[in-house]
């Protein structure tokens, strides 16, 4: 090769890639201004919230010698309160902190509690120490929420909310301190990881034999009939993805959008870009590799020998495709549960762990019967 040809293929490459650092400043001073214009339209809807009897402020606690973030919002502070506890481990969406006036129809039946949890979102921090990432640690902590706000907002009780991995969290509350609490919410609630994960297999097994799907019948005989920890559990979720049982779709259902559970973080006021880092790489991170002994407690989770009985009044609301929480043995668990003071078990018919679209009103229209039923 020529210098000259040498010299126009370098310069070619120079102007590439001035074009394309001009294309991503381009970008990223959009993606910022439309950040500032949708945090200054949240600020400008929380203060009406406010001004108007409401209630939308941020918390930041000390919590077990922690730092913890906590978003009390509701459109009538005199409104029973809901705790929210989140699923992942490590993954505040969709009702952590950044969920900030994103959800009125939940907010104009109770002041919502958004809570970050140990590790995630805008309550991770460096210093964490692994020895802390327990589930003991994680009630502990729920239940210090809990007390301050029966404290701080005068609150004989309060309802609670699991979502996923937030159930098993709000599980061992209500069993444990029922006398702080109206009742209980589970949503895609688990119950039993082992025996999921054994109906799971079969599952899977037979929907791959239909299929004639070949590879997934070799890793599931590769990975046996578990229980799976470690890198044998996540792909073992994997499979359950690939074959709808996290996020079902068909001919009439569509798919759902997994960014619009957490696109209230891009556009919170709450959270700084230090925080999206957080919510997006550290606390997964942390919570979900490094925190072998928390996976390890939560695959052992067997509530069908651990919480026999719950003392306030339950309601489980399961996707009827989810297979990752699964929704038969869910079902099987709400049968067995005793529940003196009563309980119940909504079905969303279009979804499987993530509630679909089409299911979007039952989770917020229960949360209303819930509160209507027993405050």
């Given at each position: 090769?020529?210098?000259?040809?040498?010299?126009?293929r370098?310069?070619?490459?120079?102007?590439?890639?001035i074009f394309?650092?001009l294309?991503?400043?381009?970008?990223?001073?959009?993606?910022?201004?439309?950040?500032?214009?949708?945090?200054?339209?949240?600020?400008?809807?929380?203060?009406?919230l406010?001004?108007?009897?409401?209630?939308?402020?941020?918390?930041?606690?000390?919590?077990?010698g922690?730092?913890?973030?906590?978003?009390?919002?509701?459109?009538?502070?005199n409104?029973?309160?809901?705790l929210?506890?989140?699923?992942?481990?490590?993954?505040?969406?969709?009702?952590?902190?950044?969920?900030r006036?994103?959800?009125?129809?939940?907010?104009?039946?109770?002041?919502?509690?958004?809570?970050?949890?140990?590790g995630?979102?805008?309550?991770?921090?460096?210093?964490?120490?692994?020895?802390?990432?327990?589930?003991?640690q994680?009630?502990?902590?729920?239940?210090?929420?809990?007390?301050?706000?029966?404290?701080?907002?005068?609150?004989?009780?309060?309802f609670?909310?699991?979502?996923?991995?937030?159930?098993?969290?709000?599980?061992?509350?209500v069993?444990?301190?029922?006398?702080?609490?109206?009742a209980?919410?589970?949503?895609?609630?688990?119950?039993?990881?082992?025996?999921?994960q054994?109906?799971?297999?079969?599952?899977?097994?037979?929907?791959?034999?239909?299929?004639?799907?070949?590879?997934?019948?070799?890793?599931?005989?590769?990975?046996?009939?578990?229980?799976?920890?470690a890198?044998?559990e996540?792909?073992?979720?994997?499979?359950?993805?690939?074959?709808?049982?996290?996020?079902?779709?068909?001919?009439?259902?569509?798919?759902?959008?997994v960014?619009?559970?957490i696109?209230?973080?891009?556009?919170s006021p709450d959270?700084?870009?230090?925080?999206?880092?957080?919510?997006?790489?550290?606390?997964?991170?942390?919570?979900?590799?490094?925190?072998?002994?928390?996976?390890?407690?939560?695959?052992?989770?067997?509530?069908?020998?651990?919480?026999?009985?719950?003392?306030?009044?339950?309601?489980?609301?399961?996707?009827?495709?989810?297979?990752?929480?699964?929704?038969?043995?869910?079902?099987?668990?709400?049968?067995?549960?005793?529940?003196?003071?009563?309980?119940?078990?909504?079905?969303?018919?279009?979804?499987?762990?993530?509630?679909?679209?089409?299911?979007?009103?039952?989770?917020?229209?229960?949360?209303?019967?819930?509160?209507?039923?027993?405050?």
């Amino acid at each position: 090769m020529t210098k000259n040809k040498k010299r126009k293929r370098f310069n070619l490459l120079i102007t590439i890639c001035i074009f394309t650092f001009l294309i991503l400043m381009f970008l990223t001073i959009v993606l910022l201004g439309y950040r500032f214009i949708a945090q200054q339209h949240i600020q400008q809807k929380s203060s009406e919230l406010i001004d108007n009897g409401g209630i939308s402020e941020l918390k930041e606690l000390n919590v077990n010698g922690d730092r913890q973030f906590l978003l009390v919002e509701g459109q009538d502070k005199n409104k029973p309160f809901c705790l929210f506890l989140h699923g992942g481990p490590g993954s505040p969406f969709p009702y952590g902190v950044s969920a900030r006036t994103l959800y009125p129809e939940i907010t104009d039946n109770c002041v919502a509690v958004y809570y970050d949890q140990r590790g995630s979102g805008k309550s991770f921090n460096k210093e964490l120490s692994l020895t802390t990432m327990n589930l003991r640690q994680f009630t502990d902590d729920a239940n210090v929420i809990v007390d301050y706000i029966r404290e701080t907002y005068q609150q004989e009780k309060i309802f609670v909310i699991g979502q996923s991995f937030g159930t098993v969290i709000g599980t061992q509350l209500v069993a444990k301190y029922p006398e702080k609490f109206y009742a209980y919410m589970g949503i895609s609630q688990l119950t039993s990881s082992s025996k999921g994960q054994e109906l799971g297999y079969n599952w899977l097994k037979d929907e791959a034999i239909a299929n004639d799907d070949r590879k997934t019948l070799r890793l599931l005989k590769k990975l046996g009939k578990g229980p799976y920890l470690a890198e044998d559990e996540d792909q073992f979720s994997n499979l359950i993805n690939q074959y709808k049982g996290m996020n079902y779709f068909d001919e009439t259902i569509k798919k759902v959008n997994v960014f619009s559970l957490i696109k209230g973080a891009f556009t919170s006021p709450d959270y700084s870009i230090q925080d999206l880092y957080k919510a997006f790489i550290s606390g997964p991170q942390f919570s979900l590799i490094k925190s072998t002994e928390l996976k390890k407690e939560i695959i052992e989770t067997d509530f069908f020998n651990s919480v026999k009985r719950i003392d306030v009044p339950v309601y489980f609301i399961q996707g009827k495709y989810d297979k990752q929480t699964n929704y038969e043995l869910a079902k099987q668990y709400y049968e067995f549960l005793d529940a003196p003071n009563g309980k119940q078990f909504i079905t969303l018919e279009h979804s499987a762990h993530y509630p679909n679209a089409l299911d979007a009103e039952i989770i917020p229209q229960t949360i209303k019967l819930m509160v209507e039923a027993r405050y």
